[in-house]
């Protein structure tokens, strides 16, 4: 496990016993999106975007601190975006619950709760803010606890993308039965983001009812159309996306027709 990914689950780890301590902020927020990400997914016929909102980050630092979470999903909704992802940590991405909250009283598309997930309060928590999917991190968690904690997600009816960044850890997700598996191009340990990671780790999933998404390095259509053709049915975009002058045409562009294999 990396360094950075250490420090971020060692603080992860007291905020689960505060939110278990003193509770969190209740949002109950009910409105749920007309389709699941998978469906989505698997069915059309352009590369889908999880469009991210995503303030900072421990190897870029500031991003866009200042971002409207709200005028950033519209925008990226408009543009045809298959979900949204929103980074809801704080000390480490100046994320906020809150702006998850926020996005889900206004787009209908499926929800990210982009966080490091180690303890079924924050599928709690992430549920009661809106989410539709949270993110598992197979280096973060044990296989007793990747186990438990999907289980309980499809119990309280979310999805979860389960993120891989090598062969073991795509093993692991295809033995957990994993439906919707992330392949992460930064290596955790150097931050250096090559997409043939996910051309190499794509070659081992062989069924095809399982979606396949692509997360890190996408900044063209270039990048898209090279992640489609080597299994891809999604891309997860954030800094690209927030960087951009227009969130919705860059976005817009990333969605390349699907490679016609799939």
Known sequence: MSTILQKII???????????????????????????????????DRLGVIAEIKRASPSKGDIKVE????QQAKAYERAGAAAISVLT???FFKGRMEDLALVRKEVSIPILCKDFILDRVQIDRAKDAGADI???????????????????????????????????????????????IGIN?????????????TERLARIVSDDEIV??????????HDS???????????LVGETLMR???????????RVQKDERQ
């Not at 396949?212 to 259509?221: D, T, V, W």
């Not at 951009?244 to 990333?254: M, N, P, R, V, Y």
Request: a negative charge; aromatic letters at 4%.
């Open 185 to 197: 191009n930064r290596n955790l340990k150097t931050f250096e983001v090559k997409l043939d990671v």
């Open 134 to 180: 949270i993110l598992l991190i197979v280096a973060a968690l044990d296989r007793q606890a990747l186990q438990s904690l999907y289980q309980y997600a499809e119990e309280q009816g979310l999805e979860v993308l389960v993120e891989v960044h090598d062969e073991s850890e795509m093993k692991t997700a295809l033995e957990l039965g994993a439906k919707i």
């Open 10 to 44: 060692d603080r992860k780890v007291d905020e689960i016993k505060e939110l278990k301590q003193v509770g969190f902020h209740l949002f109950h927020q009910s409105t749920k999106p007309t389709r699941r990400l998978y469906d989505t997914l698997k069915k059309a």
């Open 225 to 235: 159309e090279r992640v489609s053709k080597a299994g891809a049915h999604g891309v």
């Open 212 to 221: 396949l998404i692509s997360e890190s390095g996408i900044g063209s259509p």
């Open 67 to 70: 971002v409207d979470p709200v």
């Open 89 to 91: 940590d704080t000390p």
């Open 244 to 254: 951009s002058e227009d969130a919705g045409e860059t976005l817009a562009s990333l």
